[in-house]
C-alpha cells in the first residue's frame, strides 16, 4: 500500500517561510507527475505547483511564482515546497498528490487527473 505524508504546515507570520514535505512510503510506484494543491474554505481547490517526473519540468501558479520553489530527494522519494514570503491569501490546506498514470503537457498540472492524495497540512498565514 502507497501512501503520501505531508509535514510542514503550520501557523506563520506575513513575510515568513514554511517548508512542505510530501514522503511516499509503502511500495515504491512510478508516477508521471507529483505535486502540491491547496483548497482555502469557501474556494477551489488549485493546482500551486507541479512537476513532470521524468523531465523535471515545473509548473507555479501565477500567484507563487518567484516565492514558492519545489525539490525533490529522489532517495528518500520526498517532495518539497519551500514556501516564501507568505501571504495571508496563502492560508488553506495543501495536498500533495501523484498522477500515477500518463499525462502529457498541461494535464500533468491538473488535479483532477492526480489519483494518489495525502491527508493534507494546514498552513496559516497571519497578518
Known amino acids: 500500500q502507497v501512501q503520501l505524508v505531508e509535514s510542514g504546515g503550520g501557523l506563520v507570520q506575513t513575510g515568513g517561510s514554511l517548508r512542505l514535505s510530501c514522503a511516499a512510503s509503502g511500495r515504491t510506484f512510478s508516477r508521471s507527475a507529483m505535486g502540491w494543491f491547496r483548497q482555502a474554505p469557501g474556494k477551489e481547490r488549485e493546482t500551486v505547483a507541479a512537476?513532470?517526473?521524468?523531465?523535471?519540468?515545473?509548473y507555479y501558479a501565477h500567484s507563487v511564482q518567484g516565492r514558492f520553489t519545489l525539490s525533490r530527494d529522489d532517495a528518500k522519494d520526498t517532495l518539497f515546497l519551500q514556501m516564501n514570503s507568505l501571504e495571508p491569501e496563502d492560508t488553506a490546506v495543501y495536498y500533495c498528490?501523484?498522477?500515477?498514470?500518463?499525462?502529457?503537457?498541461?494535464?500533468?498540472?491538473?488535479?483532477?487527473?492526480?489519483?494518489?492524495w495525502g491527508q493534507g497540512t494546514q498552513v496559516t498565514v497571519s497578518t
Open positions: 498528490a501523484a498522477n500515477r498514470g500518463y499525462c502529457t503537457g498541461y494535464i500533468c498540472y491538473d488535479g483532477s487527473h492526480y489519483d494518489l
Open positions: 512537476i513532470k517526473w521524468d523531465s523535471g519540468t515545473a
